[in-house]
């Protein structure tokens, strides 16, 4: 019997190298892709996109490292 379990990523917090979170996180809308700021979600009365979907993503941190491709 082999049991199948997909993770779903979701909304959390990482504790990364990052000391502190002090920048605004950007998330992506799982539906249309938008990127909202979360400065300008916490503004809303709730957690909702443009499109009416509720569903986002963090997108990664400006900090990205850099690979040289040869
Ligand atoms: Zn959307």
Known sequence: MINMVEEVEQIEEEAE????ETFDVS???L????SVLNSELSR???IKCICGFRVFTKDRPPVVKTVKAI
């Not at 190298?17 to 502190?20: F, L, M």
């Open 27 to 29: 998330y992506s809308c």
């Open 44 to 46: 809303l009365p709730e």
């Open 31 to 34: 539906r249309c892709g938008t």
């Open 17 to 20: 190298e990052t000391p502190v």
